[in-house]
T-cell receptor, first 111, second 115 residues
Framework: GQNIDQPTEMTATEGAIVQINCTYQTSGFNGLFWYQQHAGEAPTFLSYNVLDGLEEKGRFSSFLSRSKGYSYLLLKELQMKDSASYLCAIPRKDSSYKLIFGSGTRLLVRP | DVKVTQSSRYLVKRTGEKVFLECVQDMDHENMFWYRQDPGLGLRLIYFSYDVKMKEKGDIPEGYSVSREKKERFSLILESASTNQTSMYLC??????????????FGPGTRLTVL
């Protein structure tokens, strides 16, 4: 089957770096998505990884290891506005148009 | 920028009422989705549509139906609302394609309360 695991909650300090992990089980890998979701709002797309390695996009970077079934989102120079849930998602085996979402990691950034 | 809009941000209905949730996207996307999101359960797919008048059941279709008469509009219908349908409902759209074009873009959500 397909499965995604993420830690439920994390806390970090403003200005610090935090790494949010995501492990997945699937066959026929077709990429991995990260979304950010502020409380009461819709998820917004952050990144897409299909090849191994680190992809940097400003303060946010996303890493993928297909052999380990593992990804992480790295947030640098944390700001209070980064307090949100971070969702990891992979395409479904039966249809890549459909995504399976993890339950999300709620990040709290403290002053 | 992709824009996905939903008809209401907040809705309160009574048990047994028929409820319509509307979603409109302006980027000519073929795929449209309805999810519900509940604490601890994450995003769960209710229905999916890949073209006008075409639909597929998702993981939790019971108690819901959908309509897609125009490409840009996808409606979710609760035939007879029940209290266990109190939730955040999210609409999303995406292109038909592979890889990064599977990216789904979400509307702002409708928080539905059924009393």
């Amino acid at each position: 089957g397909q499965n995604i695991d993420q830690p439920t909650e994390m806390t970090a300090t403003e200005g610090a770096i935090v790494q949010i992990n995501c492990t997945y089980q699937t066959s026929g890998f077709n990429g991995l998505f990260w979304y950010q979701q502020h409380a009461g709002e819709a998820p917004t797309f952050l990144s897409y990884n299909v090849l191994d390695g680190l992809e940097e996009k400003g303060r946010f970077s996303s890493f993928l290891s297909r052999s380990k079934g593992y990804s992480y989102l790295l947030l640098k120079e944390l700001q209070m506005k980064d307090s949100a849930s971070y969702l990891c998602a992979i395409p479904r085996k039966d249809s890549s148009y459909k995504l399976i979402f993890g339950s999300g990691t709620r990040l709290l950034v403290r002053p | 920028d992709v824009k996905v809009t939903q008809s209401s941000r907040y809705l309160v209905k009574r048990t047994g009422e028929k409820v319509f949730l509307e979603c409109v996207q302006d980027m000519d996307h073929e795929n449209m989705f309805w999810y519900r999101q509940d604490p601890g359960l994450g995003l769960r797919l209710i229905y999916f549509s890949y073209d006008v008048k075409m639909k597929e059941k998702g993981d939790i279709p019971e108690g819901y139906s959908v309509s897609r008469e125009k490409k840009e509009r996808f409606s979710l219908i609760l035939e007879s609302a029940s209290t266990n349908q109190t939730s955040m409902y999210l609409c999303a759209s995406s292109l038909i394609g592979r890889g990064s074009t599977d990216t789904q873009y979400f509307g702002p959500g409708t928080r539905l309360t059924v009393l």
